[in-house]
């Protein structure tokens, strides 16, 4: 079965996901997720790439990042992937692979998810237990997007900068997002629309998707919400 392509506009964000393989741990030390970081920034500004929020997971990374080239994000995975393989095995004493396959992605939505993907990406810490505060953990954007910790690696994105007139104004709005959940559909779409490389977004974004690409950008109905009122009266149409 041929895999499903990603979708890749230029000027439009994307979530990525690369996992370890078999789910496995893929930094061990502050110096591994120091060492990634320093090849991640480099990939960046080298394949003309914008880093808007990220966080390394002890055997995941999340990035949200945009992309001025079609093949920009494709060469910074690449790049960073193969240096970090190589410092690891060394490090460790290890062969083989380290990734799960291939990086996933969605392409986004931006009005409707750039900032809800922004905080799914730094709460993950705090979802898996690991803190109780984003602010807690340090290896991801949340010090530099909610608390104004300077980060070269971040570049904001038009949405973040347009919280407020001024920097301190922005972290404030932008922490006071965090208190709210996520909803567990925007969850779900989410994840979903990541793992399955779907576009994410409104009706009216996936079809401008769809008629940019000439693609499908979200998963076929199977029959439609059998409980909606439109699917109830199509059903009654038919009699």
Excluded at 162 to 172: M, V
């Amino acid at each position: 079965m041929s895999r499903q392509p990603r979708f890749v506009l230029p000027g439009q964000p994307q979530h990525v996901i690369q996992r370890g393989n078999n789910r496995d741990i893929i930094f061990v030390s502050d110096d591994d997720y120091q060492f990634y970081l320093e090849k991640l920034d480099a990939a960046c500004a080298r394949f003309n790439c914008e880093l808007h929020a990220y966080v390394l997971m002890t055997n995941h990374v999340h990035l949200l990042i945009t992309p001025q080239t079609e093949d920009g994000i494709s060469k910074l995975m690449q790049s960073v992937g193969r240096y970090y393989v190589q410092y690891f095995n060394y490090r460790y004493k290890r062969t083989g692979t380290l990734w799960e396959g291939r990086y996933k992605a969605t392409l986004l939505d931006s009005e409707t998810y750039l900032l809800i993907c922004s905080r799914y990406i730094e709460l993950n810490p705090v979802r898996a237990g690991m803190v109780a505060d984003p602010a807690d953990y340090p290896w991801s954007s949340y010090g530099c997007n909610a608390l104004g910790i300077a980060n070269t690696l971040i570049k904001s994105h038009e949405l973040y900068l347009a919280l407020g007139l001024s920097a301190d104004k922005r972290c404030e709005v932008y922490k006071d997002l965090f208190p709210s959940h996520i909803d567990s559909g925007e969850l779900d779409e989410i994840r979903e629309s990541t793992n399955k490389s779907w576009a994410l977004g409104s009706s009216k974004f996936k079809e401008r998707i769809e008629k940019l690409t000439a693609r499908q950008a979200q998963p076929k109905g199977r029959g439609g919400d059998r409980k909606s009122k439109k699917y109830q009266e199509s059903i009654i149409n038919r009699v």
